[in-house]
Each structure stands twice: as C-alpha cells, then as structure tokens.
C-alpha cells in the first residue's frame, strides 16, 4: 500500500510537484480533500501488478483502466477499498 513516503517519491520520480500528492495540510486545508491523492499513474501500476500476480496463469493480453474518481489515503483505508 501507498504512504507519504512512496508518494512523495513517485511525485520526484514522475516531475509532478503538485502538492497534493505529498503535503497533507495543504490538501486537506486548502484543496478541501480529505487526505493525499495517489498519482493515477501509480493507480494503473499497483493495478497492473495484482492483475498479473492473480491472473498469470490465465494469459491475460490487455489489461483496460479508466481513470473516473481520485482516491485519497483516507479513502483507501476505509471500508471501501479504492484501489
């Protein structure tokens, strides 16, 4: 699972400085979201992965993503899993 750390490495990594990915105040005072919003690209990746690691043996091709809602670490740890 994603934390600040990770985050913040994959903002460095990617060139996104937005700070909504790393600052928690800031996103949460000033964008109004509940907790730091994962990359969608790094959505996509963690996707990809359990997809390969639970359907190796299927000889899965594709693999299709739609990015329609952000997720936020306080969405991912709720009830409800996002990602």
Known sequence: MADEVLLFRYSALTFNGHRIHYDRDYVTRVE???????????????LV???R??????????????????CSKAQSSASTPMI
């Open 53 to 70: 690691e639970a359907a190796w043996r299927r000889g899965a091709e594709k693999i299709y993503l739609s990015g329609v809602q952000r």
């Open 32 to 46: 109004g979201y509940p907790g730091l919003i994962f990359h969608g690209p790094m959505q996509a990746a963690f």
């Open 49 to 51: 992965e359990f997809a």
